[in-house]
């Protein structure tokens, strides 16, 4: 592992901590040039499936993009980094368990949506506005609609 200040090969593990699900190991390191210290966090590399894009292309599984909408759609929101990691892993989790090689992006995107629509009405209707791309304000208020009726419901 390379150290971040002095670019050092050589270091020694301090710390090692592993998560509550027993998925991640988090080591406290030293350098052995400079002294630094730093966080590397250690995670089994799962098979996943590649994505097929909308225009048929197809990539890996990009874990990262799913995280910064998500953050995209949490900003100025009552949510903690913590649940936000916390879906992103379950919606990486659900579909390493898919078993599937390939799996579409709306697929995604839909495990997705209804993962916010549970954690937040107000970063669901976010999420849900750029990726179902409303073509206009009545699409948007039937959503709207739709959630408070959902509400109702439930609070009867």
Same mark, same amino acid.
């Given at each position: 592992?390379?150290?971040?200040?002095?670019?050092?090969?050589?270091?020694?593990?301090? +710390?090692?901590?592993?998560?509550?699900?027993? +998925?991640?190991?988090?080591?406290?390191?030293?350098?052995? !040039?400079?002294?630094?210290?730093?966080?590397?966090?250690?995670?089994?590399? !799962?098979?996943?499936?590649?994505?097929?894009?909308?225009?048929?292309?197809?990539e890996d599984f990009n874990r990262d993009k799913i995280?910064?909408?998500?953050?995209?759609?949490?900003?100025?929101?009552?949510?903690?980094?913590?649940?936000?990691?916390?879906?992103?892993?379950?919606?990486? &989790?659900?579909?390493?368990?898919?078993?599937?090689?390939?799996?579409?992006?709306?697929?995604?995107?839909?495990?997705?949506?209804?993962?916010?629509?549970?954690?937040?009405?107000?970063?669901?209707?976010?999420?849900?506005?750029?990726?179902?791309?409303? &073509?206009?304000?009545?699409?948007?208020?039937?959503?709207?609609?739709?959630?408070?009726?959902?509400? !109702?419901?439930?609070?009867?």
């Open positions: 592992m390379k150290c971040p200040k002095c670019s050092n090969m050589e270091n020694k593990v301090i +710390d090692s901590r592993i998560n509550k699900e027993g +998925d991640i190991t988090r080591r406290r390191r030293e350098c052995l !040039q400079c002294g630094e210290r730093f966080t590397t966090y250690e995670r089994i590399e !799962q098979t996943l499936p590649y994505v097929i894009k909308r225009d048929g292309r197809r995280l910064e909408g998500v953050k995209k759609a949490c900003q100025k929101r009552p949510i903690s980094i913590e649940q936000i990691e916390g879906l992103v892993d379950r919606v990486e &989790k659900y579909f390493q368990e898919l078993g599937e090689k390939e799996v579409s992006a709306v697929t995604i995107g839909e495990k997705v949506v209804r993962e916010l629509y549970n954690l937040d009405e107000i970063a669901y209707v976010r999420f849900a506005s750029v990726y179902r791309s409303f &073509k206009d304000v009545n699409e948007f208020m039937s959503e709207l609609k739709d959630i408070l009726k959902h509400k !109702q419901g439930a609070a009867q």
